[in-house]
């Protein structure tokens, strides 16, 4: 089934950026569409971003449009979130998820990396 | 695509039945809606896709069903490990969007 693992997190102050990272392991990762989800404290579930497999085609959610970027690098299995212009708003908890095979479902989760926006 | 479950929270005993709903905005086409699990300082997981079916390695005391607006997963004995929070989610179109969950507690 494999695993995936993010990285990156940490404080930031406002306007500023940060690149998450999301190592893969166990699996063919460029076979598989990768989205990154993102939990508020306190709050529910917010799907942030996917890209294909080959990386060709991304969407994002339109509280993120223009100013984060999801990229992969698939011959070092491994998915990148660039976030720019943070907002106090941003602060969550941050997953990667890996697609379950032709639909676009999330069937493996890293634990998440926690990202906090703060002055 | 809203989606709204209901109710906030559930507070039921060991071994007892759940049901839990979640109402989409507007139609779901083709039953694009999944549901997960989400224990806390844990990873949320997939227990069913395509509205009714399982995902790998989910007991068969899931169930979902449901389609257009209405959809309902079923939990038929509650077991310890899932008193939790649990999402709807839909992927018919973008953005794709979670419901704002349900809270399964012990009573």
């Known amino acids: 089934e494999g695993q995936l693992l993010e990285s990156g997190g940490g404080l930031v102050q406002p306007g500023g950026s940060l690149t998450l990272s999301c190592a893969a392991s166990g699996f063919t990762f460029g076979n598989f569409a990768m989205s990154w989800v993102r939990q508020a404290p306190g709050k529910g579930l917010e799907w942030v971003s996917h890209?294909?497999?080959?990386?060709?085609?991304?969407n994002s959610a339109d509280s993120v449009k223009g100013r984060f970027t999801t990229s992969r690098d698939n011959l070092k299995n491994t998915l990148y979130l660039q976030m720019n212009s943070l907002r106090a708003d941003d602060t969550a908890l941050y997953y990667c998820a890996k697609h379950l095979v032709g639909w676009d479902v999330f069937e493996l989760w890293g634990p998440g990396t926690l990202v906090t926006v703060s002055s | 695509i809203v989606l709204t479950q209901s109710p906030g929270t559930l507070s039921l005993s060991p071994g007892e039945r759940a049901t839990l709903s979640c109402r989409a905005s507007q139609t779901i086409t083709s039953t694009f809606l999944a549901w997960y699990r989400h224990k806390p300082g844990q990873a949320p997981r997939l227990l069913i896709y395509?509205?009714?079916s399982r995902a790998t390695g989910i007991p068969d005391r899931f169930s979902g069903s449901g389609s257009g607006t209405d959809f309902t997963l079923t939990i038929s004995r509650l077991q310890p490990e899932d008193f939790a929070t649990y999402y709807c989610q839909q992927y018919a179109s973008l953005p794709r969007t979670f419901g704002q969950g349900t809270k399964v507690e012990i009573k």
């Open positions: 395509g509205a009714t």
């Open positions: 890209i294909s497999g080959i990386g060709r085609t991304s």
